[in-house]
């Protein structure tokens, strides 16, 4: 039956076949046809991309060989520089104080900096400039600012005219009229104009903008020219303008004396301790200057005589060779809860309370001239002193101590604080 189907079919299945078959070829070759395509887009997309690639490859490798002589350049540069520092440095002596840090400076490097130029003519370079030559200059890189003559354009200021003027109310103070040194000029301009773009002159147009600037001034004529040559022979309109103020109670006489180099002073006074300052606190916050007022600051004055001055910074009485000094300066850390109120040592004023010099044995409440509470006065005329028992109860607990005392410290918890700041306290007398 198959074939026989078949047979029937044939025609009209076999056509479909062909043609479907047909269709398939079609479309087989149309598929084939555009992936052919596509793939030979591709290979030339990869193609072009591969060579980019290595475009980009080789463009690399020559940058990193530019890089590289680079290096070696930068290298063999600093190689030398530090061989001409490492020479200097050398050739500093070692004895000489220097403490081995940092190098000498280079010559160029000084040279840089080095540029000021004194009414002399010291630091003026060589070189010259003539007034046409300033002229151009100066219209080029002043003359926005400055006016081309110099005259000032709004309220920049004018460099050229004024002569009659400096005796008036308002004298218009111009390089021609008023400036004593034509170095100021040469040296003002060459370092700091033009306005933003310090720096950039060089020194023939400094000469001829200087020599154009004169000129401007009437100064000189037209044919000038400036040189590092005639430059000090150029005499300013006014130079015998400024006089020094050298009257003695002025600065002036005061640093033109000879200063005394040694053996200036026959004794040497201690004025102040370092501690009392508080040059370098330790707690912070605590520091007697944040408390009391100039005037309270205790201050010393023990005189001593110039060979013994390093022996006698601490002597206030025979006693302290006595005193543990470890003991002492522990004290006088400890003293820092006192200070606000309390000062103590030569020259030691009340503060909000007494001083406490030669404290021990010292009758409570003696200090003339301080305000003690009624507690205080009433032990006073009893004639009560104070011991170092009497010290160290007050200190533990002052208003258990003296019933109605006006020092408002809670007191010290330790015992060992209170035998160190006993010790400080006799360290100043008592
Ligand atoms: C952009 C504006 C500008 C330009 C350009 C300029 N200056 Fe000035 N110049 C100033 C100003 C602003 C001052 C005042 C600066 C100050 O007082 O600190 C000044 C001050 C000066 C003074 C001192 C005046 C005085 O009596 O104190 C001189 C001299 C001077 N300039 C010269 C020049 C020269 C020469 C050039 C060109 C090479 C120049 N300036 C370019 C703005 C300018
Ligand atoms: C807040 C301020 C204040 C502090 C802090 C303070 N005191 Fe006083 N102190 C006073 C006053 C005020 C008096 C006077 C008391 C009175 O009259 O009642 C006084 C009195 C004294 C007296 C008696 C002096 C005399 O002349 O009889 C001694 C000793 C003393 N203080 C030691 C100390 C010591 C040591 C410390 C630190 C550990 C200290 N004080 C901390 C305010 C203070």
New binding site residues.
């Given amino acids: 039956m198959s074939k026989s189907l078949s047979h029937i079919f044939l025609p009209a299945f076999g056509g479909a076949a062909l043609a479907i078959a047909a269709a398939v070829v079609v479309a087989n070759r149309d598929y084939g046809q555009s992936k052919i395509e596509t793939l030979e887009d591709r290979i030339a997309q990869v193609e072009a991309q591969a060579s980019a690639a290595s475009e980009m490859a080789r463009a690399e490798a020559e940058r990193a060989t530019a890089l590289d002589v680079k290096i070696a350049e930068v290298q063999a540069a600093a190689a030398e520089r530090m061989e001409s520092g490492v020479t200097l440095i050398a050739s500093a002596p070692d004895a000489d104080g220097r403490y081995g840090l940092g190098r000498a400076a280079l010559v160029d490097e000084i040279a840089a900096w080095d540029v000021d130029v004194l009414p002399d003519g010291r630091g003026l370079p060589e070189g010259s400039g003539d007034v046409f030559t300033g002229e151009e ?2 219209a080029e ?6 006016g081309d003559f ?1 005259e000032g354009v709004d309220n ?4 050229a005219g004024g002569f009659d003027t400096l005796g008036d109310k308002d004298p218009v ?3 021609g009229s ?2 004593p040194h034509l170095s100021t ?1 040469w040296d ?2 060459h370092r ?6 310090a720096g950039t ?1 060089t020194a023939d ?2 000469y001829a ?2 020599a ?2 004169l000129y401007s001034n009437d100064l000189v004529d037209d044919e000038f020219e400036l040189s590092h040559e005639n430059f000090t022979a150029f005499e300013m309109h006014n130079k015998n303008g400024f006089v020094v103020d050298d009257r003695s109670e002025l600065e002036y006489a005061q640093w033109r004396k000879e200063p005394c180099m040694e053996n200036c002073k026959d004794s040497v006074e201690i004025t102040m301790r370092a501690t009392f300052l508080d040059v370098t606190p330790e707690g912070g916050g605590d520091s007697v200057m944040n408390h009391a007022t100039t005037n309270d600051t205790p201050t010393f004055s023990a005189v001593a005589a110039s060979d013994t001055n390093a022996q006698s910074v601490d002597a206030g009485t025979a006693d302290v060779a006595a005193v543990d000094p470890a003991l002492v300066e522990t004290g006088e850390k400890v003293f820092k809860k006192c200070k606000a109120c309390h000062a103590v040592g030569e020259g030691a004023k009340n503060k909000s309370g007494p001083q406490l010099n030669a404290l021990l044995g010292r009758t409570i409440g003696a200090i003339e001239g301080f305000k003690y509470s009624a507690a205080f006065k009433a032990a006073h005329d009893e004639g009560r002193t104070w011991d170092e028992t009497a010290m160290t109860e007050f200190l533990t607990k002052p208003k258990a101590y003296m019933k109605g005392t006006k020092m408002s410290f809670a007191g010290l918890k330790n015992e060992d604080d209170i035998a160190a700041v006993i010790a400080y306290l006799k360290s100043f007398g008592g």
């Fill in positions: 200059v100066f890189k002043c003359a926005s600012c400055h110099a920049w200021p004018v460099l103070k111009t390089v008023y400036w000029a003002y301009i700091s104009m033009p306005f933003g773009e002159l147009e400094t903008i200087v154009y600037i």
